[in-house]
């Protein structure tokens, strides 16, 4: 089987110690790619770094709508960013890069950290939309707490919908739904083994806007435990279960998507 995990954070510290172990263990699960997302401009940095060392991974740049603010919240585990980011002289950077890159991401909008600056958080995804339209190149959305707001500045855009994967998407029924039928894409995290939401989304979402991802550290299959990229086998098994399919169809699908989104 061909797995893939097109969203982690392998710069997190908690895989300081490991992470040739750690992509070790997702070559022999069989991952082939591993889009390794930035948030600000020091992560992206890293992640640019992890690309030229390990030829699994890939790199995705992003600017995180917290860290774009000078807010990085108090969570460790990632270089934070506490002051405000320039976001054009970043974008700069991001497009400098344009050829050593898959995605660009993650970006978008949180309102679960920031229940404040929602007018200056949106001005700031608009101009990465636009950014995004102009690169060419897919945009992992991140949109906590703000499924709505996020999908509609998306449909006002002019950006392709096939190139928009929404990471972790947890809208409503009705706006997964909606945001199917236009044809974005999604991911599946590797906790969907015990979330009804991503069952349902399974369920919603045909099985060529479907992506696996990690999101590693976090969301882990097994609680309390650190995710990693290996562990997208688990989504797979789950997403055959639902679509009852076999676990290689499902593969076999996700890496063909992969392939037409992610380049
Ligand atoms: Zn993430």
């Given at each position: 089987?061909?797995?893939?995990?097109?969203?982690c954070?392998l710069?997190?510290?908690?895989f300081?110690?490991?992470?040739?172990?750690?992509?070790?263990?997702?070559?022999?699960?069989?991952?082939k790619?591993?889009?390794?997302?930035?948030?600000?401009?020091?992560?992206?940095?890293?992640?640019?770094?992890?690309?030229?060392?390990?030829d699994?991974?890939?790199?995705?740049?992003?600017?995180?709508?917290?860290?774009?603010?000078?807010?990085?919240?108090?969570?460790?585990?990632?270089?934070?960013?506490?002051?405000?980011?320039?976001?054009?002289?970043?974008?700069?950077?991001?497009?400098k890069?344009?050829?050593?890159?898959?995605?660009v991401?993650?970006?978008?909008?949180?309102?679960h950290?920031?229940?404040?600056?929602?007018?200056?958080?949106?001005?700031?995804?608009?101009?990465?939309?636009?950014f995004?339209?102009k690169?060419?190149?897919?945009?992992?959305?991140?949109?906590?707490?703000?499924?709505?707001?996020?999908?509609?500045m998306?449909?006002?855009?002019?950006?392709?919908?096939?190139?928009?994967?929404?990471?972790?998407?947890?809208?409503?029924?009705?706006?997964?739904k909606?945001?199917?039928?236009?044809?974005?894409?999604?991911?599946?995290?590797?906790?969907?083994?015990?979330?009804?939401?991503?069952?349902?989304?399974i369920g919603?979402?045909?099985?060529?806007?479907?992506?696996?991802?990690?999101?590693?550290?976090?969301?882990?299959?097994?609680?309390?435990?650190?995710?990693?990229?290996?562990?997208?086998?688990?989504?797979?098994?789950?997403?055959a279960?639902?679509?009852?399919?076999?676990?290689?169809?499902?593969a076999?699908?996700?890496?063909?998507?992969?392939?037409?989104v992610?380049?």
């Amino acid at each position: 089987m061909d797995l893939v995990d097109v969203h982690c954070h392998l710069t997190h510290e908690k895989f300081k110690k490991d992470l040739d172990l750690v992509v070790e263990r997702a070559r022999k699960a069989g991952v082939k790619a591993i889009v390794c997302s930035g948030v600000n401009h020091p992560t992206n940095v890293e992640v640019l770094e992890l690309a030229k060392k390990y030829d699994l991974i890939k790199a995705s740049l992003g600017l995180y709508p917290i860290d774009l603010l000078g807010l990085g919240p108090d969570e460790v585990g990632l270089a934070r960013q506490t002051e405000k980011i320039d976001l054009s002289e970043e974008l700069k950077f991001i497009k400098k890069h344009k050829q050593d890159i898959v995605a660009v991401g993650e970006c978008g909008l949180d309102y679960h950290w920031d229940k404040e600056h929602h007018t200056q958080q949106k001005k700031n995804f608009e101009q990465i939309i636009s950014f995004v339209e102009k690169l060419k190149k897919p945009l992992v959305v991140h949109s906590r707490r703000a499924e709505l707001d996020a999908f509609e500045m998306l449909e006002s855009s002019s950006i392709k919908k096939s190139l928009v994967v929404l990471h972790c998407f947890e809208g409503r029924k009705h706006l997964l739904k909606k945001a199917a039928d236009a044809g974005y894409n999604f991911t599946i995290p590797c906790n969907v083994v015990r979330l009804q939401h991503f069952q349902t989304l399974i369920g919603i979402a045909s099985l060529n806007q479907i992506f696996t991802e990690t999101d590693a550290p976090w969301l882990s299959a097994f609680p309390g435990k650190r995710n990693e990229p290996a562990f997208v086998a688990e989504s797979i098994k789950k997403i055959a279960e639902l679509k009852k399919i076999s676990p290689d169809k499902v593969a076999r699908a996700i890496w063909k998507n992969y392939g037409q989104v992610f380049k």
